[in-house]
């Protein structure tokens, strides 16, 4: 680690600065300072540097010392791009932490936390050497298109040569001409981030006189009326604001662009650009009040005491308890304490769906960050975040990352989901998890809640680590829904299910229909058809890339992959036998809306999965037509069973309870009940008693029934004696090891020399290695190892950092080449 300086470096000290380079390499990497940049160098800003050849790369200023590396020579620092810190120390050490926790490099972590727009694109720009004379004779073609372009235009990057030329490699060709010195190569790094700005319009000073303002107008109702309008629709508009962009200007006097642009130029009106907030909600009032419930009362209460006690509590209330508006209770405690509030939520839709409730009680005081937002948008969060100018941030798992500077309570609603884990790329890091570590430097306080929570944090609870509250009635005395369970095996043997929907199904949404109430239907798997398969050989298309069928998709017309996104034309001949018997097994969503809508024709479908919601507004759209009863019926995934809450839906369809409950995995019994148990808080959510049809062709499965029961209690003891027994979390901490390789045999090989090594210092803590339940994804070979450890923090730490060594040892070998070894902590 570099010695730190002292503040108010020597101009000519020779300074060295430690950086965070975008990449995934092992260390940080030391720069010289150029002395005129020695008062400018902090901590957390960023600074341009060369990294390789001539790659540049935007890094982050790690520390400041006087020593230079002992087994390089340090190259100097190009250019500092900020004022001020942009990262704050606090980030760092909670960047390093995660680092070292989800064994990945502080690299990574930044790549993770930084929006896009913050880390720099390095463009190579190419200009003419104006002191040549240039013998255009002597060029090749291609040499001659670029010579002449940049006769036109006098600096080009290399994507404006790639497309010029309509080939990618054109670097030996540019290679070439800067050898004739005909041209030169500048690298020069751009700023992505460019705030976004509007024009306003003033009117000059002078024609706030009325007699030159009757004058103006009666030379301009003569000669260009379109110009009077333009000036008369400013006075209508300045009587009720302050200020008017040159949009609304336009757009009120119906004048167009050019008649503005006239009156400028007569300076009649004073045309200003300003930045402006992207942020749609920016000057919304808070409004709103509400009553708790006494027994909301209680719980908040006994969460405020158990705050007294511990840094983290449970809240366990069932769906539509009223937990959202315990949160904003505590949110205003924070807003008046003067603190900072995070309010994670595992998905998108549910944010923007949440933003609509909780901007009625802070207005402009939220900040909403996520991946759905652009580059320019996800700045501004970051910028307002480190002025300290949002109390509240609303966001998905990456706005753990966010600049705080004082965090004093983390909401993690929906504790449970899985959406809090990232797993590709690395740090895969669990939100939940980092936002415990993230309150505990702020010293500030963790809420977790859900109304199915996690058993490792029920578990938790249980063991007094964390506080419990509990909210046990559904807010406003609403009932729990009716949960009925139908066999699908019967009602297709009475022949009474039609399509895949049973009669009891069917007569619940057409009595809601008729009541002028909305129905969701949950099946989780998206596409039409999740399998193409031949009648008479049994032939079924796969990806190309990855061992998986491929899904067939209605409104695309083709087979898609779900994994590396490969698509190819549907066959109509079966490829291996030449046989036209070829039939769709299974459904996904667009079948179920598809062939709902020849049952219902009358009724408005529509449907909520990854496909329909790609693009940034098509999610709020549809939330709002729900919310606004334009949908009857809404098909969707497991999108549709995260807190979502409609006063219209009264009836919920579970299409096939069994994809859920058979899965291969040994949480497969605690994520169907949270599933099922969260669908079915979607129905009746305000004042009407909900149904739930839960159609399955195992209706005595153990979990249908703990669901019916609302018995979690019963789940959590059955399922802990079994993971006690084969050592499961939350009794062992789990590291998972993936070795890909694109050679099958090389993988196995790999994955088996690995295993070995860390046998010597695990024994039977190692398990395996498998190949997963898909061996092949984006045309590279999986092997896992598993590795299971006693909950111990020394005993963990210790543990990766032997296979941090075991990992770094192989891959000095010939053995590892072209391998990609990924560690996974907590993999689930």
């Known amino acids: 680690m570099l010695e730190f300086a002292d503040a108010g470096h020597n101009n000519r000290e020779t300074l060295f600065v430690e950086v965070i380079l975008p990449l995934a390499i092992a260390k940080n990497y030391t720069y010289r300072v150029p002395f005129e940049m020695n008062n400018a160098v902090q901590v957390g ?44 120390t606090g980030q760092l050490q909670f960047w390093q932490w995660m680092a070292d926790y989800y064994m990945c490099n502080t690299g990574e972590v ?26 255009r004779s002597a060029l090749h073609d291609k040499e001659y298109l670029i010579v002449d372009a940049l006769d036109i235009q006098p600096e080009l990057t290399v994507s404006d040569i790639v497309k010029l030329l309509g080939q990618k490699t054109v670097m030996p060709i540019l290679k070439l001409l800067f050898e004739k010195n005909i041209i030169n190569i500048s690298e020069e790094v751009s700023e992505r981030y460019k705030p976004r700005t509007r024009t306003f319009i003033t009117l000059n000073p002078v024609y706030h006189n009325q007699d030159n303002l009757r004058e103006l107008f009666a030379i301009l109702e003569k000669r260009a009326p379109k110009q009077a309008d333009a000036v008369l629709a400013y006075i209508k508009l300045a009587r009720h604001q302050k200020i008017i962009s040159k949009a609304e200007l336009i757009e009120a006097s119906g004048a167009g662009a050019a008649s503005i642009k006239s009156l400028e130029e007569k300076e009649v009106f004073i045309a200003e650009e300003k930045n402006v907030s992207r942020l749609y909600y920016e000057e919304e009032e808070a409004l709103g009040t509400f009553q708790l419930s006494e027994q909301q009362q209680e719980a908040l209460k006994l969460v405020r005491e158990e705050f007294t006690q511990k840094d983290v509590v449970l809240l366990y209330g069932v769906t539509s308890s009223g937990k ?33 409730r909780l901007r009625a009680y802070f207005g402009a005081n939220i ?11 996800r700045v501004e969060v970051w910028q307002k975040v480190l002025n300290n100018e949002y109390k509240v941030v609303l966001g998905a798992r990456s706005s753990v990352f966010l600049p705080f500077n004082d965090l004093g309570l983390i909401i993690v609603d929906e ?29 500030g306080k963790v809420l977790l809640g859900s109304a199915t929570p996690s058993f490792e944090s029920y578990y938790n609870a249980r063991m007094h680590k964390y506080g419990f509250a509990e909210l046990t009635e559904r807010f406003g005395g609403v009932k729990l829904p009716e949960i009925e369970v139908v066999s699908i095996a019967e009602e297709t043997k009475a022949k009474t299910i039609n399509s895949h929907f049973t009669s009891v199904l069917m007569a619940d949404m057409q009595e809601a229909l008729a009541n002028k109430e909305q129905v969701i239907l949950f099946q989780n798997r998206r596409g039409y058809a999740p399998v193409l398969m031949c009648k008479i050989c049994a032939y079924t298309p796969k990806c190309i890339n990855c061992d998986v069928s491929l899904t067939f998709h209605k409104s695309s017309g083709k087979l898609h992959c779900h994994y590396c996104g490969y698509k190819e034309d549907a066959p109509s001949i079966c490829p291996a ?60 995934t497991q999108m549709v069973a995260k807190g979502l809450d409609f006063s219209g839906v009264t009836v919920i369809g579970i299409i096939n309870a069994d994809s859920l409950l058979k899965f291969p995995d040994y949480r497969a019994n605690e994520r169907s009940y949270q599933m099922l148990s969260q669908v079915s808080g979607r129905a009746g959510r305000r004042d009407k008693q909900g149904k739930v049809v839960i159609q399955t062709y195992d209706v005595k499965h153990r979990v249908i029934k703990q669901v019916i029961e609302s018995d979690y209690t019963d789940l959590y003891f059955t399922e802990m004696e079994e993971r006690r027994s084969f050592r499961y979390p939350p009794f062992y901490r789990i590291i998972n090891l993936d070795i890909k390789h694109k050679d099958p045999e090389v993988a196995n090989n790999q994955a088996t020399y690995l295993a070995n090594e860390l046998r010597k210092h695990f024994g039977d803590r190692v398990i395996g290695p498998e190949s997963p339940l898909v061996a092949r994804i984006r045309n590279y070979y999986i092997k896992s190892i598993m590795l299971k450890f006693e909950k111990d923090a020394d005993s963990i730490n210790k543990a990766k950092v032997i296979i941090r060594e075991v990992i770094t040892q192989f891959q000095t070998t010939k053995l590892s080449k072209g391998s990609i070894v990924q560690p996974d902590v907590d993999p689930y």
Do not use: W
């Not at 929006?115 to 190579?124: D, I, Y």
């Not at 899985?418 to 415990?436: E, F």
């Open 367 to 377: 900040g909403i960050y996520h991946s759905r937002f652009n580059d320019n948008e």
């Open 415 to 443: 504790e449970h989901e899985t959406s809090y884990k990232q797993y590709d790329p690395a740090p895969r890091y669990n939100a939940r998890d980092a936002a415990i570590f993230l309150a505990g430097m702020h010293k």
């Open 45 to 88: 800003k960023r600074a341009v540097v060369q990294f390789g050849k001539s790659k540049l790369y935007t890094a982050i200023i790690a520390s400041i010392g006087k020593l230079a590396p002992e087994k390089y020579e340090a190259k100097y620092i190009i250019e500092l791009l900020d004022d001020r810190p942009l990262v704050t």
């Open 577 to 636: 036998c030449g046989s036209t018997h070829l039939e769709y097994k299974g459904f996904g969503t667009e079948k179920v809306e598809d062939e709902l809508s020849l049952i219902l024709p009358d009724a408005r479908i529509a449907r909520m999965d990854l496909d329909t919601t790609r693009s940034r507004n098509s999610l709020q759209v549809l939330l709002n037509n729900l919310e606004e009863k334009k949908i009857d019926i809404l098909v969707g």
């Open 110 to 135: 930044m790549n993770a936390a930084l929006p896009s727009a913050l880390k720099l694109a390095s463009e190579t720009r190419i200009v003419l050497n104006k002191d040549v004379l240039i013998d």
């Open 324 to 356: 959202t508006q315990l949160y904003i209770r505590l949110i205003e405690e924070m807003i008046a304490s003067g603190r900072q509030t995070l309010y994670l939520l595992p998905e998108i839709a549910l944010t923007t769906h949440i933003i609509e």
